[in-house]
């Protein structure tokens, strides 16, 4: 059974720190991993996509990196603003569906 | 480019109660997976249609059900609402049931049971 852990929970950081959020699972043998934001009450935003073969994914600020073999994920968001302030979610295929970690809930203050 | 729409955006209904919840797909895409969120958990898997057809469900009872239609939107039904079904519900959508498939969720349909 794959299981998905995230920490910290939550974290508070003052506006411009770079940051970095983890990504725990329990069975290596995915394809892919998603990176995704959630603002209070809303859908999900798909942030990256990373393939099994690959081992980095970035788009503007925020960088993923990927490590099968230790069954890690890591979400790196450099210079943070206000703007970041959401909750940050992992996701694996498994089966039919994804498997979500719990998120981290993070707040940028100005 | 449309992306995924979920409607409607909030409801209330009473305890006993059914619901339909909409998802329109994004263009293109096939497969639509239905997800229940409650407040400060991730997502929690119940159903994906893929070309109109049940491919896989998770750990909901068969309350839940759901629908596919030609045109790849999909439905979300549930009969004797208990309390306990309050949550998010997420529509994802994605280009086929393959397990490399990118996913695109909807804002979400806030489903409050009183």
């Known amino acids: 059974k794959q299981e998905v852990t995230q920490i910290p929970a939550a974290l508070s950081v003052p506006e411009g720190e770079n940051l970095v959020l983890n990504c725990s699972f329990t069975?290596?043998?995915?394809?892919?991993l998603q990176w995704f934001r959630q603002d209070p009450g809303k859908g999900l935003t798909s942030l990256l996509l990373?393939?099994?073969?690959?081992r980095e994914q970035t788009s503007g600020r925020l960088n993923a990196s990927l490590d099968k073999s230790s069954g890690r994920s890591t979400l790196y968001i450099a210079a943070s603003q206000p703007g970041d302030s959401a909750t940050y979610l992992c996701?694996?295929?498994?089966?039919?569906?994804?498997?979500f970690g719990p998120g981290t809930r993070l707040s940028v203050l100005p | 480019e449309t992306g995924v729409t979920q409607s409607p955006t909030h409801l209330i209904k009473t305890r006993g109660q059914q619901v339909t919840l909409r998802c329109s797909s994004q263009?293109?895409?096939?497969?639509v997976s239905w997800y229940q969120q409650a407040l400060g958990q991730g997502p929690q898997f119940i159903f994906q249609?893929?070309?109109?057809?049940?491919?896989g469900r998770g750990n909901f009872p068969p309350r839940f059900s759901g629908l596919q239609f030609p045109n790849y939107s999909s439905e979300l039904n549930v009969n004797a609402l208990e309390l306990d079904d309050s949550a998010l519900y997420l529509c994802?959508?994605?280009?086929?049931?393959?397990?490399?498939?990118?996913?695109?969720f909807g804002q979400g349909t806030r489903l409050t049971v009183v």
């Open positions: 263009s293109g895409h096939n497969t």
């Open positions: 994802a959508s994605s280009l086929d049931a393959g397990k490399r498939a990118e996913a695109f």
């Open positions: 996701a694996v295929p498994y089966g039919q569906n994804f498997v």
């Open positions: 249609y893929y070309r109109e057809e049940e491919n």
């Open positions: 069975d290596s043998a995915i394809y892919n």
């Open positions: 990373i393939q099994s073969s690959q």
